[in-house]
């Protein structure tokens, strides 16, 4: 057909001419656009269908995309979330503590914040977890979320292995020495006391060693180390044992002999000194010292009078 028309005389073929040249003149739009002006134009022609009430329902859209926003910039997101899970029912209603022997659950509730509307959706149980192992007593520390309203934390504890005296202070150590609590109570009466800086670094060791000779340990009040080199024995009727900085068995099995043999430490003694290993030097109390200087000056002069006789 187009080509009948072009054969009908020229001013046709101007036209078309002049319709090509205006038709490159126009500006393409890319593609995108070219959808996004053919649903302007549909919607401007009533061919695209509105809902009803689309207008209210984006309008509320807007307003909570634009308070969620204004929520994370100032910070409130986390408030918001967990007043909301809270009131749908997911408040923080029960507490399951397992492994606490020294570790009190109010000190577990007070550190994890839990005032009846902390909400479990919004619980971060990791740092939970590192806030529980900073307790003093806590090794480790588990927690779980079990829906819809119960924590579940599981504890590891520490174990108290002796006392350690350094100055005035009285504290708790692990059998590697690491200080876990000062001792506050009696609780932990029976345990090993050790005096001295660097004591508890040694005292698993020298306890150990200890164990060898039980009829001497359990005599000990007190172990007390001498310029972190060495150990004295502070016994419970307050006579002290020098033990020397090295062969520490050989020295504790001559005690035992003398002990076996002689009962030297029920004996009115201050000391018993090991230090050297060819000699060994008991020191008595002032009471039996004096006592032992009058004997000697009655049997002197007994001595002398028994002379003078003959």
Partial sequence: ???????????????????????DDRVVLPRPMRRVVRFCVSLATGRIHIPAHAGTVSVFALFGVVGLYGMSLGGHSQVVAQATTSAAGFAIEKVQVSGNAQTSEIEILQLLGLDGTTSLVSLDVDAARRKLVELPWVESAEVRKIYPETIAVTLKERKAFAIWQHGSELSLIEQNGSVIAPLRDNKFASLPL???????KAAAEFLQEMAKWPEIESRVQAYVRVASRRWDLHLGNG???HLPEDNIDQSLKMLSAYEAKEGVLERDIASVDLRLSDRTTIRLTEGAAERRAQALAARDKALKKQGGQT
């Avoid at 028309?5 to 038709?23: C, L, T």
């Avoid at 050790?194 to 508890?200: H, K, L, P, Q, T």
């Fill in 194 to 200: 050790f005096v001295g800086r660097d004591a508890e």
């Fill in 239 to 241: 006579v002290v044992i």
């Fill in 1 to 23: 057909m187009f080509s009948l028309i072009g054969k009908r005389g020229g001013p046709h073929r101007g036209q078309g001419a002049a319709s090509a040249a205006m038709a």
